[in-house]
């Protein structure tokens, strides 16, 4: 539980000791002052655990009650100032709470409260996330290292990097995740190639919500840093759900959304896209949008994800909404779950001249 004191101005009617034409009208001050707990709010959940549940405590001088009036209509006294209420509006995040004091003749005290409260009733509530905290390795509880060359040689798109485990490529520092492409020599399954990265997988999968990720995005032309996911049932060799068991088709039936693409030779442009079997390869299903700081700020990429469709945002402003008009395993395989992956790639076309560039991950978390 998070406490939240709230100060807000007020107004309202004032006791008077005389109310007559030949003196003034004594004002009692109030100096009433108001503090809300919300149930289970902490930095993951600032607007509390989907219950609704608050509880009040309210103060102020010469006060022996105190009224509480909600959005909802209820109305209650409180003779002690501590109140618990819950909030029955399911779905609903803001609510407004009037707050009174009264004097030991029953008579309203100056300067009532008004406050805007949010809470979350029965709304999304964050179910996995990783805050990137402490340092070293990162948190194989929640990640899987996949390093395994799916073909035995080589990764995909061309791409020239060998994935590695090492805290060189992969590590927690100062509260992020730090996942660092290098030109380096490093030989890994016979193989020998120049440069190294790293590319983790979720140990969490899940169908439907909202995955939210703040980062900060490397530099140099030839880098290829991705936030995305795939089905948790594609049979990739070396992915971290095949290895326990959950391989069953190949890509793109699995379904591929990539919530965060970013080219280093199109500094500043971040896209996301969709691939399925009715679309992938040169995909149509795409859409973007320039962020001037990308990679020296960090920005809060999104994806929301409904039964009807995946919308894509960068620090809320939406810049694509993928939804077929028909829905059916070739454009929609995404009624099964999918797991996160991050990643940098490095392309045939990196600078001759780049040495090394991290994605920085403040956080990442999923909300259902």
């Given at each position: 539980?998070?406490?939240?004191?709230?100060?807000?101005?007020?107004?309202?009617?004032?006791?008077?000791?005389?109310?007559?034409?030949?003196?003034?009208?004594?004002?009692?001050?109030?100096?009433?002052?108001?503090?809300?707990?919300?149930?289970?709010?902490?930095?993951?959940?600032?607007?509390?655990?989907?219950?609704?549940?608050?509880?009040?405590?309210?103060?102020?001088?010469?006060?022996?009650?105190?009224?509480?009036?909600?959005?909802?209509?209820?109305?209650?006294?409180?003779?002690?100032?501590?109140?618990?209420?819950?909030?029955?509006?399911?779905?609903?995040?803001?609510?407004?709470?009037?707050?009174?004091?009264?004097?030991?003749?029953?008579?309203?005290?100056?300067?009532?409260?008004?406050?805007?409260?949010?809470v979350t009733d029965n709304g999304p509530q964050l179910v996995w996330s990783d805050e990137f905290n402490g340092s070293g390795a990162i948190n194989t509880s929640n990640w899987f290292h996949q390093t395994q060359l799916p073909n035995g040689e080589s990764w995909y798109n061309g791409e020239i990097q060998h994935y590695t485990n090492r805290t060189d490529n992969s590590n927690v520092s100062g509260g992020q995740l730090n996942i660092i492409a290098k030109k380096e020599v490093f030989s890994d399954q016979g193989i020998i190639k120049e440069y190294t990265s790293a590319r983790l997988n979720s140990k969490f999968a899940f169908t439907y919500g909202r995955v939210e990720v703040r980062a900060k995005?490397?530099?140099?032309?030839?880098?290829?840093?991705?936030?995305?996911?795939?089905?948790?049932?594609?049979?990739?060799?070396?992915?971290?759900?095949?290895?326990?068991?959950?391989?069953?088709?190949?890509?793109?039936?699995?379904?591929?959304?990539?919530?965060?693409?970013?080219?280093?030779?199109?500094?500043?442009?971040?896209?996301?896209?969709?691939?399925?079997?009715?679309?992938?390869?040169?995909?149509?299903?795409?859409?973007?949008?320039?962020?001037?700081?990308?990679?020296?700020?960090?920005?809060?990429?999104?994806?929301?994800?409904?039964?009807?469709?995946?919308?894509?945002?960068?620090?809320?402003?939406?810049?694509?909404?993928?939804?077929?008009?028909?829905?059916?395993?070739?454009?929609?395989?995404?009624?099964?779950?999918?797991?996160?992956?991050?990643?940098?790639?490095?392309?045939?076309?990196?600078?001759?001249?780049?040495?090394?560039?991290?994605?920085?991950?403040?956080?990442?978390?999923?909300?259902?």
């Open positions: 539980m998070s406490g939240m004191v709230i100060s807000c101005s007020g107004g309202g009617d004032s006791d008077g000791s005389s109310d007559d034409d030949n003196g003034p009208v004594a004002i009692i001050p109030s100096n009433l002052t108001l503090s809300i707990d919300i149930l289970g709010a902490d930095g993951n959940n600032p607007y509390g655990d989907g219950s609704g549940s608050i509880q009040c405590s309210v103060s102020a001088t010469d006060a022996v009650k105190y009224g509480f009036i909600f959005d909802s209509g209820d109305e209650i006294e409180s003779f002690s100032g501590n109140l618990d209420f819950t909030f029955t509006n399911e779905g609903t995040n803001s609510h407004t709470i009037y707050v009174f004091a009264y004097s030991s003749t029953d008579n309203f005290i100056s300067d009532f409260e008004e406050v805007t409260v949010f995005l490397p530099t140099g032309v030839g880098t290829w840093p991705a936030i995305w996911l795939l089905g948790r049932n594609i049979n990739e060799p070396g992915a971290y759900w095949e290895t326990q068991g959950y391989g069953a088709v190949g890509w793109p039936a699995c379904g591929e959304v990539d919530i965060m693409e970013h080219w280093g030779s199109n500094q500043n442009y971040v896209s996301s896209a969709i691939h399925t079997p009715s679309s992938y390869g040169g995909t149509i299903n795409h859409g973007g949008q320039t962020i001037p700081t990308a990679s020296t700020t960090f920005h809060t990429y999104a994806m929301e994800w409904t039964e009807e469709e995946m919308v894509f945002s960068v620090d809320g402003v939406v810049h694509y909404t993928y939804n077929p008009a028909i829905k059916n395993s070739d454009t929609w395989p995404f009624d099964t779950d999918q797991y996160i992956i991050l990643n940098i790639a490095v392309q045939p076309s990196i600078d001759p001249a780049f040495n090394q560039s991290a994605m920085e991950i403040d956080y990442i978390r999923v909300y259902q």
